[in-house]
């Protein structure tokens, strides 16, 4: 649901530009991410732990009811160490985001030993980098996070059913 109406704000964003640039349609994506109450109204160009937590919480809960804040979320859902100290103000880098997305979808319980590159496989796999032009280790920036995002929505969650996890292609965050 989310992405068909994501798709129809970015349809009629291209549709009333001749030409859409990259900046054009990144404004249109963040345009309707904010109103999904996924993306903040003022986006920084290098991206903090907080900002990313809070849009990837925009995805699970409904505007205004997150039950928690950015670092409770990220230690109770295995983000982070519950013992590891937290600066939601640092800059996030893409490995990390992804990781977080990753984690998000369910798709954890195939990395073993926290390994930050079977986070990366993943994520990838899972089609989240389609479009980034950045390595695991850079900042993430606001292009980057928006079309992050972007990607998440088309990425199907892993669902426990009585025979164990499957990908639940019929729905996504």
Avoid: W
Avoid at 130 to 152: F, P, Q, R, V, W
């Amino acid at each position: 649901m989310v992405k068909k109406l994501l798709s129809i704000c970015l349809a009629g964003a291209m549709f009333s530009a001749t030409v859409a640039t990259a900046a054009e349609l990144g404004g249109a994506e963040h345009k309707a991410l904010q109103a999904l109450g996924i993306a903040e109204e003022k986006l920084s160009s290098k991206i903090s732990y907080d900002t990313f937590l809070n849009a990837l919480m925009g995805f699970m809960y409904e505007p205004g009811e997150r039950p928690v804040d950015t670092e409770t979320f990220a230690k109770s859902t295995g983000m982070i160490g519950t013992v590891q100290t937290y600066n939601g103000k640092e800059n996030i880098s893409l490995g990390e985001a992804v990781k977080f997305s990753v984690i998000a979808l369910g798709c954890g319980i195939y990395i073993q030993d926290g390994d930050a590159e079977q986070y990366i496989s993943v994520g990838a796999t899972k089609g989240l980098m389609k479009g980034i032009d950045l390595s695991a280790d850079e900042i993430l920036d606001k292009e980057s996070m928006l079309t992050l995002l972007y990607n998440l929505m088309d990425a199907a969650p892993l669902k426990y059913e009585d025979d164990g996890y499957a990908e639940a292609t019929d729905e996504t965050l």
